[in-house]
Every structure is written in C-alpha cells, then in structure tokens.
C-alpha cells in the first residue's frame, strides 16, 4: 500500500512529470488526528524477521547473519545481504525494515567520512553507535525500525555496540537480533567463551544462526559470516543453511552431564564451542557467486 493511497492524495493532472513533490497541505490528513496513531491504525502492517548475530572474543569481532529477507509469506529476496560495511575497521548486522537499515547506514557512512576530513582519524566505534543512535532518536514513534550490531575495531580494540532505533545505545560481549534470536542465544549462551580459537569462533557462529533457520520461519537461506580484525573486516564465508544443519545434526551428541561426572567424577569437561560442529566447508572457502563483496566501502 502506497503511502498516496493511505492519504487519499490524488496527483494534478499535467503533461508532463513534476520533479516537486505536493504541498504539505493536500495531504488529506484528519484534522486532530496523531500521526502516529494514524500511521498505526492505517498503516500497512507486514510480518517480517530475520536472525543476526554479532559476539567479542580475543581474536576481533564475529558477525554472522541469514539471508532471506521477508514480506509476509513472501520470501522477497533468499540471498540479502544483511551485514553491511561501513568502513575498513566496521561493519553491522542489520534487523528491521531493509529500507531504513539501508538509509541510516548510507548516513552513517557520509558522518564518519565528514568526521574523519575534519579531525584526520576515523571515531572509535562507541562514538559511531552514539553518533547512530542520536540521530535516529530524533524519529521516535514514527514507524522508523532499524536494530543494529555495529561490530569494529579501533584503538582500544575489538568493540560490539547495539542500537535500535528508539535511541538504545548499548555495549556488550553478545547480541543477537531477529525473531530468531532466542534460538541463537541457546547455542551462544552455552558455547560462548572469550578465550575461542578463530575455528571455534567460527563454527559457533554457523551453529547459531543454522539452528535459528531451522526453528524460525522468517529466517533462512544462507548463513553470512564476518570477521573484523585489527588489519580490517573480512567477508569469510557463506553456506547454505539446510546443509550446515544437517551436517550438525550427523555430529555425536555430547554425554549429559550427570553422567559424564558419574564415570568420572574428578574430570569434568565442559562442552566449548568447538565441539558445535567441525563443519566440513573450509572458512576460507568463498565461491565465485557468493564472494561479491567489495574490499572497501565505496565512499559516498
């Protein structure tokens, strides 16, 4: 539903094309009526989800996400990408509507830019997610869905911030956004360590987001994943979800704990994130189809 059709606003009749757009008064508009409760009540209302997740170990910044992007029942696109770079050192996931993460990420890009001519360096990632987050703050309640992971690295090293559109600014080790994100924060919350090797870091990744694809409707395809380190971000990998998962389910299932500390009760090892799955693709193996990612952001 265009947004003509829900204000009732018809087009002059002319011969040729305006580049102008109406005047704010012949948007028919209800005197009285809150925007916002307007848009609510009129609005277009389409289901749509998505599993994104991002997580800190010694070795820099994970970002792994799926990529089918959805309209309702309809799968609009099954191979979107939804990390996005921003520049060399930053990246983020996107979760919400593909327009407005789009928009405020070319923003953002235009900020840091402008920012680094000004003062001669990049900002540190705190200071682009506050930078993110008070500018779309200022379109609270007015339908704007944007929730981001901004996953970088600057001097104080590797740095994970959340923020969502309503202005939430926050910093932490894990976050995972989408309706298929309580799915991956099972896997994350009982194999997730600081210490994680880059293999485990990675299988760990592909574990999470191939058991949300599996459980969550609005979430599948391929899993994407990221790897920002102190030399930069690099794009690793993509597999196709199905695959990763049912590999995963031919993996041995780990003893239960209460057993394993009968037979052997002065040695208990507790399950790490490399034992999620020894996935069979290499996370160097990139084909030609998926590996269309540009080395650098271009700059706006």
């Not at 994350?188 to 999470?208: F, P, V």
């Not at 993996?251 to 209460?258: H, N």
């Not at 009968?262 to 693709?281: D, F």
């Not at 189809?289 to 700059?299: G, I």
Request: proline fraction near 6%; charged fraction near 20%.
């Amino acid at each position: 539903m265009a947004l003509q059709d829900v204000c009732k606003w018809q087009a002059p009749e002319t011969w040729g094309p305006s580049t102008h757009l109406p005047q704010a008064g012949d948007w028919a508009i209800p005197q009285g009526c809150n925007l916002q409760t307007f848009l609510q009540m009129h609005g277009p209302r389409l289901a749509h989800g998505t599993t994104t997740l991002a997580f800190r170990f010694r070795h820099g910044v994970i970002a792994a996400a799926d990529t089918r992007s959805s309209c309702g029942s309809y799968v609009a696109c099954p191979s979107s990408c939804k990390v996005i770079p921003v520049h060399q050192h930053l990246l983020g996931t996107t979760s919400g509507t593909s327009a407005d993460c789009v928009t405020w990420y070319r923003v953002l890009q235009r900020e840091l830019r402008l920012r680094e001519l000004r003062e001669g360096q990049l900002p540190s990632v705190a200071s682009a997610a506050k930078l993110l987050s008070v500018m779309m703050s200022r379109y609270r309640g007015l339908d704007l869905c944007v929730a981001t992971a901004l996953c970088g690295w600057d001097r104080s090293g590797p740095a994970l911030f959340y923020v969502y559109s309503d202005g939430t600014h926050l910093q932490g080790d894990i976050f995972s956004v989408g309706s298929g994100s309580p799915y991956a924060y099972g896997v994350l919350d009982r194999n997730y360590h600081y210490d994680m090797t880059i293999q485990e870091a990675y299988a760990l990744a592909r574990c999470a987001v191939a058991h949300a694809t599996h459980r969550d409707a609005y979430s599948g395809g391929s899993v994407d994943l990221f790897h920002v380190r102190e030399s930069g971000w690099e794009y690793v990998s993509r597999n196709d979800a199905c695959v990763l998962y049912m590999e995963l389910q031919k993996l041995p299932e780990p003893e239960p704990e209460g057993k394993a500390s009968q037979a052997h009760p002065e040695s208990v090892i507790p399950h790490r994130a490399g034992e999620c799955g020894k996935l069979s693709s290499e996370p160097g193996e990139v084909s030609a189809e998926d590996s269309r990612m540009p080395a650098k952001t271009e700059t706006l």
